[in-house]
């Protein structure tokens, strides 16, 4: 969409153009998160902090332009997408290339789903109350030792 719109000065009729067309922007609202999806924010900065490293923040000043005009008219936040296209624009990752980058990030989490559906049959969304430690500390790896059985299949 950003290669599309081109310019920064493009922005606002491309955005105003989307929505009076009753077609979706790509890249906003969550079906969970209801404000902002907290990885959006690190990604944006993570793109801007790039983009500024090579120069010029065209693609970093257009993705924020696109953000306040779809909150401005629809109060959708953009969501962790939104950012992750840019970001990975920015030091030359091909497009097509895109999309098995997004999946790859994501498969420790569908991982994850598959062994707590194995080990309860209910799936963990990101609404669920989180009930364990608030602060526990890191621990490599290597220095881990093997979870009890019971602890493996707490939820």
Known sequence: MLLEID?????????????AAKRRIPGFG????????????ILRDLMCDLEASTGELKW???????????????????????????LYYTPGIPIE???????VSRVIGWAAHVLEQYAN??????RA??????????????RRGAAPAAESSRS
């Not at 049959?121 to 990101?126: F, K, T």
Request: hydrophobic share 40%; proline share 11%; charged share 20%.
């Open 30 to 41: 969550h079906r969970v998160y209801r404000t902002w999806d907290p990885r959006a924010a």
């Open 129 to 142: 109350e989180y009930l364990g430690p608030q602060k526990a500390e890191y621990v490599p790896v290597l």
């Open 60 to 86: 970093c000043s257009m993705a924020r332009q696109v953000a306040d005009a779809v909150w401005e008219a629809k109060h959708l936040y953009p969501n962790v997408d939104f950012y992750s296209a840019p």
């Open 7 to 19: 310019t920064p000065d493009q922005v606002g009729p491309c955005i105003a153009g989307e929505l």
């Open 97 to 103: 290339l895109y999309t098995p980058v997004f999946a």
């Open 121 to 126: 049959n209910r799936l963990i969304r990101p």
